[in-house]
Structures are given as C-alpha cells and as structure tokens.
C-alpha cells in the first residue's frame, strides 16, 4: 500500500510502518493540513494521553475494560520508573479511588502484571515492584523497527492564536528530515488535555519516550514537560538513538538540545519598557523549574540592575509568582498599591501569562495600556482580551525544527561528539500594549 499524505495542495509520500503493519486505511490515520497526524475516533482512543500503545491487531478496540485500562497504566508506571524496583506497589483501594475503578479491577490487573514478571505476589502482602528488567519476555507481537522514522514527542498545543508553534516546528522537522529520507511521527503526550503537572506529565510522556525505544525509531526529538521523573527513561534513550531536546533542558541529561536566548531576549523586552520611561517594572512567571522559565527571569533582573547601576540608583526588583488561573494574592496587591508606587509595567515569562494578566487586570477596572504596559514572550498570542496588540518577543520556532532536525541527522552519522547546545535569537515584536509615559 502507498500511503499519500496531502499538505497545502501538494502529495507527501510516507510509509508509516504502524499503519501498514496493522492494515489501517488511509481514513483512519492521516496527515492533516498543518503537518500533524491525525486519527479517527477508533484510531485516536488508543493513542491518547499516551496510555495506550497499537502493537497488536487485538487492540483495535474503541474501549478497554477497567481492569485493561489499570493495567495500561500502572504498566506504564513501573516501565518508567514512577514505580521503582523493589518498592511496594500502592495498596489496592488508593489505586481503585486513584483511577475511579472498582477494586476487583484494579486485581485483575495486578494479577496480570504478576503474570507477566513485572511484579511480585506474596500472601498477605502488597505485591512488590519488579521492574522492566525482571520481567517476562514479552508475549506481543511487536509492531516492527521503524529506522526511517523519527519519533517528535511534543504537546499539540491549542491555545494560540492561528498556527500553533507545534504545527510550525513539526512542519520544518519533517520537511528537513524528508529531504533526508526519514519522516517524522507525531507522538502527543497531550491528548485532548491541557499540559499537566510534573507527575501527570511524566506520566503521559514516559510510554511515549519507552514506545519509541520498543519500535526501533531512528531518534527521538522531544519537547519535554516533566522535568526530573523520566531522566533514567531519557538516558536509556540517548544511550541507544540520537535525542534531541527542544525549548527546555532537563538537569543531569546531557544530550543535544536547541532552544532560544531566553536571558538575552527578555533583556531587550525589559530595555524596551525602560526606553518608553518606564521605572517600575514588574515581572510575572510561573514557578517551574525549567531552564528557559530561569533564564527570561534572570534577563529581566539583570536588566533591572544594569539600569539602576548606569544611573547610579537601584531599580525594585518586582516578580510575582502566580499559576496564572487561581493564585492572584499577591498579584492583586502589587497593583492595588498606589499610582506612585505600583508597577507601570508588566513583563510575562510567556504569552499565556500576559493573556490571563490583562484579563485579570480588565477585571479589576484597570486598562492596558493606560494603567499598565504589558510585554509577552513566544510571540504565540497577537492580540489581548480587551483588542490591543501584545508586545512580544518572538522565537524562530522554524530554525529551531530545522535545526534540531539537523542535530538528528548529525547524530546518525557521529554519536562520539560532545553534545551541542544551539540557542537562537528572539526578535522583540512592538505593538500597542505597552506605550511611553
């Protein structure tokens, strides 16, 4: 069968070996418009969340029993890690109020795991885990080594306004590869959910990280959202096929990476609010502990400080930590000081940010950008609640596909290098939301 995936009018020719060994028709798996794969209702069950892998004929079904489904994912947890070896699997009830499931379910499903080496069953006793390691061959049918693809593990995105910066990379890492003769696979850890927290997410990511290692990709390029849990996962990988990180580096991984000036470009952002006249000058982020989060707060400190020592005065360093949803407390009060004393200006470590800030800002009666100048970062959000354009600064996300498709396809060939650490500029973006005083 010869697969054609249509994009912007022109036919893209691509084998993709999941499909074909599993005899899928071109309705029930495609390329869609903007270069992402797509599914239809049957297909995309068994794809989402990264709960459920295709690899046999038999799980073509559009629902799994309970005890199936607790079983995919606790599965998934001591393949991963989440469960380490030799530590106590959580007692049936916490699993059954954990996953809304019956206890017999959640039985059934241990039994299974038993069965299959992965943990240990001792009379009156929680069962133990195991692990990957000590386990049973497995009794699946494998779906087949896929040396001509090359797994991209990244979050679809959906809250942007037009093209998604998912579709954008995804789009010039399968042209950049295509020309190479490798094709890229879309694995979304996201499904139809927002990003998660730390555990929910290296939950979703590690069957995809272990997925790719099970169906011989070529390499593995990846946008990670958990930060410490799947580092053991990420290192089996990197020891096996080339991995490249996008946007964020995870601490005590040293792999390939690509991502933007993130310290550099907030320090333009941060210049340009200073240039207008403004002197106070908060800056709203998010408590994660990721590497491009770190460093745009670190730009505008150093931005700041820079200022106050050319002038010979020391500037207040203003930053709100806030989830950007529920936790206003201390937002709400800087604000509310008085007109001589509160920020004129407000700088967001992301666009999202800036978004939920006006809003909350319109809400409490103020008006941007008479009351407060505000200033994004991804250049993903172009206009604000009230109409007015968001200041911005904008990232290559097509340089950063290419170039971490150039990575890839470098590794092929020479896997005894050092790692490459490639950032690229952000470009300040100038519209309405932030004026002179």
Known sequence: MCWQFQRHGHYLPQTIQTALSLKLAPKDLWLDSYGQVRYNRCTQNLFQNGTKMIETESDLGLLEPASQRVETILRGRIETGV????????????LAEELGVHRRSVRSAINRLAEAGLIEQKARCRPIVLGREASAPSTRTPLGVAPGLVALIMWHGGFEQGTTIQQRIFWTVNEALSARGYHALFLDPGGSDDVGGEDENALREGPLLQYALDHG?????????????????????RSIMPLVLIDRMVPGLETDFVGVQNRDAMISAVNHLLALGHTRIACVCMPEPINSVQDRVAGYRSAIQADGVSKGITRPEIIINTDGSRHWDVFDAVVNMSAATRPTAIVCVNDYLAFNVCTRLLSMGFRVPDDFSLVGFDNIIKVLPNGIGLTTISQPYEEIGREAARLMLQRQTDRSTPCIHRELSGQLVVRESARRI
Do not use: D, K, Q
């Not at 380490?84 to 007692?91: N, V």
């Not at 990709?217 to 990988?237: D, H, Q, T």
């Open 217 to 237: 990709v070529a390499g593995v390029i990846f946008y990670p959202y958990a930060y410490s849990s799947n580092i053991a996962l990420m290192r089996r990988v």
């Open 83 to 94: 469960y380490s070896p030799r530590s106590w699997l959580p007692a049936e009830r916490s």
